[in-house]
């Protein structure tokens, strides 16, 4: 305990030594991680690596079966309720309600997060404003274009404000100019001091991270700066270094 | 032609087996449906609970009493202090029905005067009611004849060697010549008896009228739900537009949505079938083939409703509902629970359009009265109009939306 | 109490966006008891018999005649002989059949009893039975009519002084309807609820809110409410259409009566909830639905089938349902005036907070 108190005032994710297994099959296998505040990090890895196994547990849906992790400074095997509280999550499939309208969503999160009727509606406000959804807010969900779903998405999760962000792939099928839009809101938010935890695919994404790490069959394998990382590979691309380091799977 | 049906059938089948809850629903569910749906549809009243009064305390009472306690209808369970002891049993349901034998009832019988019972019977569940009032009364009426017949006795003498004279066979000749009889009659009284005689089911178990429906309600539940929902899957998941792109005609692809379940509702058929006969010694006294042809008209219904369903739904929620909602009125008007002539006329002309109700009546008729094709055929014809207005339109639905 | 009123606002929402479930939750249970209350009558009516007649004497039309006098019985067929008899019962032209043997009348006033013979269709027992009560009851009629006649007795030696108590009419309506609240309440309590949890585990919304902070009590409470109201709304409506539309008389009170119902609604929502949380997919969360709340409803709970006549396991079983509770209490109340059920009350009220309980600790805040 006495090494988290120290960290509180820097560290958003600190993670150690965290598994899961799945029966025999070992998901995410002994990971260490530490992630500063306000820093945008990207959590790298092909498909299968782990990555959503590892978010989630580090949101207190999924229990680990070893190791432990604190977010926001608290232990998420002990307190995964109050961890709740400080994060903010969205998931790799579109989760919102297709039958609600976008404001209608927004409402619904921001009650679930005990906020104020007129915090509710004020920060609404605001965020469909930098989400460029302000036109929409009456329209039903199902019948949005999927960037716009992903922008709404991404503003549910922000909307109380969180200390945490957990993104997972959440850029994925959209195209270049939305996924473009999409960073600036994720820098925006940083710059608030909100700590970002990103995955994703596209490694000129990869590029836009203060840090990375690179997760092949649930370990890391890589970590760094994406700078240092080209430097240590030698290579010009992130795109590179991951072809570097990830093996082809043998089976 | 042929070959890419089966390729769909098979598909079918795969992901019908692979789906763990799925094999319960299909192989599981039904039988449990069947055993409890069997032991629990009886309508046959036993142990009415009657409360007894009886004030007279005489041979004549006690008669009474034990003539109602030693048939199977009734269980005693409380001799009352007082009549207000009797209407709180009925008010608390202790008790379903309430006998009341007044001081006087055995004078009053010995004298010709009318002795009088009270019979109070809690109203509140008439279907018990009524039949507990008629079995009562039944009763109570047989100990009046009884009593009638030896004041008649009594009060005039016949002579001994008469017995009646009728016999009772079916094949016995239509015109019954009379045989002259000898004895000189004074004042012989006229008193008809009736000879019951019940035919299919001598031992009137209400069970077997009820397995038929039952039967018939599952294979509606496999065929209609299953296709219905079958096909609003592949919408939910996107993989029937796939199926669309494909060379795949639209008669192939109802093919092969149709066909795997019509096996499945046979199967289920045959499997309640042959369970209800060995469990529940149901008669099948008519013939297995015309029971699978009415089955196959019935199907062509089901599978109708089913796929018909499909292309106004979207989601399995939606599906689930709508099949659900025409399936309740279905069954409540299908004569299953209730008689449809005790319905009011205006529902009994509803119910024309209704599916179910011919099929229940042709089960019914081939189970337990060996009904021919000659006497389903009433029956078999509606129910093939409904289906083949169901299914083209349900396949006209179906195309409309492949274009 | 803010994240429970998101919830039950957001819950609203879906169900009024999705007409189906709202026809199914509004509309349903108004046309059932419609049409039920209509339809379903227990008392045979309209029994149709046949008649073959070897005598053809004024007696045996006298017989015929006092026969359907009584107005429960038709002659719907005439037969010449008895080859015609049984095709007759195969398609169903007749519940029975009456033989009145050629020397019907001669024997009638030479034998000391005259028989004639009544063949009847069994196969459906139970009507069977009160078919044949109805023709024995002819008979006795008539036997007493003749013993008037030709002795001058003109009562029966005993007569049944009958009195029906609570629904004097035997109206099945009175009766059909209180069990109709309890069936309805349970289906779209169990039906709708059913696949609430279920269908956001089925399209992921269910993660996003397991990352949020609230609590299952709080998710479980928000769900319950929007459905209870439905419920609640569906159970007046089918009181009032009871009352107005079918003349159900109100002896006791609607104080007890809306106490009561609360209580049986929460059960029947627990319950559905409880499916939901343990179901993985809507299809399943349904098909349990019906198995376990709306067939024992139906079949178990003496709505329609009297539970004295089952075997003593399903008696037991039928114990464990609530609505064999509640309909006794509702019949109580609605027919009998008696308001106060301490025992069955208090069995009520121990269920709901059993399965309220029950479904807040199955509710997983985790995936796994
Ligand atoms: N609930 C589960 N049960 C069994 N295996 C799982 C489960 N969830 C994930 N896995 C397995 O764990 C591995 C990692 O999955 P995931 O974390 O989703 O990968 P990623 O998000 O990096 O693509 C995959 O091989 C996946 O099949
Ligand atoms: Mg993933």
């Known amino acids: 305990m006495a090494s988290l108190e120290q960290n509180t005032d820097n560290t958003a994710v600190l993670i150690q030594n965290l598994t899961r297994k799945f029966g025999k099959f070992v998901a995410v296998d002994n990971i260490n991680l530490t992630v500063s505040r306000g820093e945008i990090f990207g959590f790298l890895g092909a498909n299968g690596a782990g990555k959503t196994t590892a978010i989630r547990m580090l949101c207190g849906i999924l229990r680990s079966s070893g190791g432990n992790a604190w977010v926001a400074g608290i232990d998420i095997n002990k307190k995964p309720e109050l961890v709740k509280r400080k994060i903010g999550y969205m998931s790799q499939k579109f989760s919102l309600y297709n039958d609600l309208t976008i404001s209608e969503n927004l409402t619904f999160y921001g009650g679930i997060y005990g906020l104020k009727r007129k915090v509710i509606s004020q920060r609404s406000r605001d965020l469909l404003d930098r989400l460029k959804l302000v036109g929409f807010r009456n329209r039903m969900t199902g019948a949005l274009p999927l960037g716009y779903k992903q922008r709404l998405a991404l503003g549910c999760s922000v909307l109380h404000r969180p200390r945490v962000l957990f993104l997972d792939e959440p850029t994925g099928g959209v195209d270049p100019v939305a996924r473009r839009e999409f960073w600036d809101l994720i820098y925006e938010l940083s710059d608030q001091g909100t700590t970002i935890f990103v995955t994703t695919h596209y490694m000129d994404e990869a590029e836009y991270c203060n840090r990375v790490s690179i997760m092949d069959q649930g370990r890391i394998i890589a970590l760094g700066k994406p700078t240092e990382l080209k430097q240590e590979h030698n290579v010009k691309t992130m795109q590179e270094v991951f072809f570097d380091v990830v093996q082809p799977v043998i089976t | 032609m042929i070959a890419p049906v089966l390729y769909l059938i098979r598909k079918e089948f795969l992901q019908i087996f692979r789906d763990h809850a799925m094999r319960g629903i299909i192989f599981v569910v039904p039988l449990i449906q069947l055993m409890i749906f069997s032991y629990a549809v009886t309508t046959d009243l036993k142990d009415i609970r009657i409360a007894i009064l009886d004030n007279d ?205 019509v096996v499945l509702a046979y199967f289920e058929l045959a499997v309640a079938t042959t369970f209800a006969i060995l469990w529940f010694k149901l008669p099948l006294v008519g013939s297995i083939p015309l029971l699978a042809l009415c089955a196959l008209v019935y199907l062509l219904v089901t599978l109708g409703v089913g796929l018909l369903v499909s292309t106004i739904s979207n989601t399995q929620q939606q599906a689930m509902f709508t099949v659900w909602f025409f399936l309740i009125f279905g069954i409540l008007m299908s004569g299953f629970f209730f008689p449809i002539e005790n319905m009011p006329v205006i529902i009994q002309k509803i119910t024309v359009i209704n599916p179910l109700r011919y099929f229940i009546e042709i089960i019914r008729g081939i189970f337990l009265r060996g009904a021919t094709f000659d006497d389903v055929l009433p029956n078999l014809l509606p129910m093939l109009v409904i289906g083949l207005v169901i299914f083209s339109a349900a396949i006209m639905r179906f195309r409309k939306r492949t274009k | 109490m803010k994240r429970i009123l998101a919830i039950a606002r957001k819950e609203f929402l879906h169900i009024l966006r999705d007409p189906r479930s709202l026809a199914v939750s509004i509309l349903m249970p108004l046309m059932m008891v419609l049409l039920y209350g209509f339809a379903i009558d227990m008392d045979l009516k309209n029994i149709r018999v046949g008649v073959l007649d070897f005598n053809r004497s004024a007696e045996s039309r006298s017989f015929i005649n006092e026969m359907v006098s009584s107005g429960f019985i038709v002659e719907s067929a005439r037969l010449s002989n008895r080859k015609e008899i049984e095709p007759g019962f195969r398609q169903n032209k007749y519940r029975a059949v009456i033989i009145f043997p050629a020397d019907f009348s001669l024997s009638l006033v030479k034998d000391p009893v005259t028989q004639i013979q009544i063949i009847l269709d069994g196969a459906d027992g139970t009507s069977a039975a009160t078919v044949a009560n109805y023709l024995n009851a002819v008979t006795s009629r008539i036997n007493l009519s003749y013993a008037k006649e030709d002795f001058g007795l003109d009562i029966l030696p005993i007569e049944t002084r009958t009195r029906v108590l609570f629904n004097p009419e035997l109206r099945s309506a009175h009766f059909i309807v209180p069990g109709l609240a309890a069936l309805i309440m349970m289906m779209i309590c169990a039906l709708l609820t059913s696949i609430a949890i279920a269908r956001e585990k089925e399209t992921g919304t269910m993660e996003q809110i397991l990352t949020t902070p609230v609590v299952a009590p709080q998710v479980i409470i928000g769900k319950i409410f929007p459905y209870m109201v439905i419920a609640a709304l569906d159970a007046t409506l089918i009181f009032l259409v009871g009352k107005f539309v079918f003349g159900v008389p109100m002896n006791g009170s609607w104080f007890a009566l809306a106490g009561y119902s609360l209580i049986f609604i929460l059960i029947a929502l627990s319950l559905g909830l409880l499916i939901s949380s343990v179901a993985k997919t809507q299809q399943v969360a349904l098909i349990a639905a019906l198995m376990i709340t709306l067939l024992p409803t139906l079949l178990l709970s003496g709505f329609i089938f009297p539970i004295a006549s089952m075997p003593a396991v399903l008696q037991y079983v039928s114990r464990v349902i609530p609505a064999t509770y509640y309909l006794e209490i509702i019949r109580g109340i609605i027919l009998k005036g008696v308001n106060w059920y301490p025992r069955m009350g208090g069995i009520l009220t121990g269920m709901s907070l059993f399965l309220i309980i029950l479904a807040i600790k199955r509710f997983k805040t985790r995936l796994d």
Not at chain 2, 74 to 83: D, E, I, M, Q, R
Not at chain 2, 105 to 116: H, I, M, P, V
Not at chain 2, 126 to 131: E, G, N, Q
Not at chain 2, 206 to 228: C, E, K
Request: glycine letters at 4%; a negative charge; aromatic letters at 6%.
């Open chain 2, 57 to 261: 305390k005489t041979i004549a009472s006690r008669n009474l009493i034990s003539a109602l306690v030693e048939s199977d209808y009734f269980k005693l369970v409380s001799t009352a202090p007082n009549p207000k002891h009797l209407r709180h049993n009925l008010l608390t349901s202790d008790a379903d029905v309430t006998l009341w034998i007044p001081l006087g009832f055995s004078e009053d019988l010995a004298t010709g005067n009318g002795a009088q019972v009270a019979l109070n019977v809690d109203g509140s569940n008439s279907s018990i009611a009524l039949r507990a009032l008629g079995y009562t009364e039944a009763v109570v009426r047989l100990q009046a004849m009884k009593s009638l017949e030896s004041f008649i006795q009594a009060s005039i003498t016949i002579p001994s060697n008469q017995t009646p004279s009728t016999n009772w066979d079916l094949q016995d000749e239509d015109q019954i010549a009379t045989s002259p009889r000898i004895v000189p009659q004074i004042m012989n009284p006229r008193l008809i008896e009736p000879v019951m005689r019940f035919f299919y089911n001598p031992t009137l178990e209400s069970r077997y009228y009820m397995i038929p429906g039952i039967l018939v309600l599952l294979i509606t539940l496999i065929s209609a739900f299953l296709t219905g929902m079958a096909v609003v899957k592949e919408k939910e998941l996107g993989t029937l537009e796939q199926l669309m792109v494909s060379p795949l005609t639209p008669a192939q692809l109802i093919a092969g949505k149709t066909i795997p379940f």
